[in-house]
């Protein structure tokens, strides 16, 4: 089972919301991944945590602070956005060796209004 | 020059017909590649990882040209179903978490 689950699908906030993507999988991999893809683009790297801890952050605006509350769970905590972040945003995992496949959950559809 | 490049396309092709993909990439360090399928507005979905000699599934073949730091796509006897957007996938080196993304290549296949 190669599932990688994303909540909410859609999302439409104001700026001066705060909200909260979630991502869960339960294929034991120990790496997992936030994405983000605008339309006609590919997907972005913003951050990789492996083994729970953050490794990668690819130079994200705090309005965007992940989150790893366990080796399944995976949360992007989101506030004050501008329309410009308005995007796909994409969660993926991968088994935890470096190199391997990743598995994209559907993603959520960020509105910011 | 970018890490990693694809021809956008769109590459329109008949039902039937063999069509090829390359992507390019920059890091010669890079040991990992893969080749993912996007449908509009959906995720990309893993078609296949690309590996030193050469592998096949069904009509999807993919290679690797390490001297020339490519990876290709060849798809035979395509299928109205293969209409997407082609996405090939570098790590950024050995071990590494780094996955970097072409462009997409857009193919279109006509009845």
């Known amino acids: 089972d190669t599932e990688v689950t994303q909540t909410p699908k859609h999302l439409v906030m104001g700026m001066t919301n705060k909200k909260s993507l979630k991502c869960e999988q339960h294929?034991?991999?120990?790496?997992m991944y936030w994405y983000k893809q605008k339309a006609k683009k590919p997907p972005e790297l913003m951050f990789v945590?492996?083994?729970?801890?953050?490794?990668i952050n690819e130079s994200v605006p705090s309005r965007f602070s992940p989150e790893c509350p366990n080796s399944s769970l995976l949360n992007l905590h989101l506030h004050a956005l501008q329309p410009e972040d308005s995007a796909l945003y994409l969660c993926?995992?991968?088994?935890?060796?470096?190199?391997?496949?990743?598995?994209f959950g559907q993603g959520t559809r960020l509105t910011v209004v | 020059r970018k890490e990693v490049e694809q021809d956008p396309g769109p590459f329109n092709v008949p039902e039937g017909a063999t069509v090829a993909f390359n992507c390019t990439y920059s890091?010669?360090?890079?040991?990992?590649f893969f080749w993912y399928r996007q449908d509009c507005r959906k995720e990309p979905k893993l078609l296949m990882s690309?590996?030193?000699s050469g592998n096949e599934d069904g009509r999807f073949t993919a290679q690797l040209n390490r001297a020339s730091q490519y990876i290709s796509l060849l798809i035979r006897d395509s299928k109205l179903s293969d209409s997407a957007t082609y996405l090939c996938a570098v790590n950024g080196g050995s071990g590494t978490y780094k996955y970097i993304f072409g462009t997409g290549t857009r193919l279109k296949v006509l009845a």
């Open positions: 690309v590996y030193s």
């Open positions: 993926a995992s991968s088994p935890g060796r470096g190199g391997d496949e990743a598995f």
């Open positions: 890091n010669s360090a890079s040991q990992s």
């Open positions: 294929m034991g991999h120990r790496a």
């Open positions: 945590y492996s083994y729970e801890k953050l490794s």
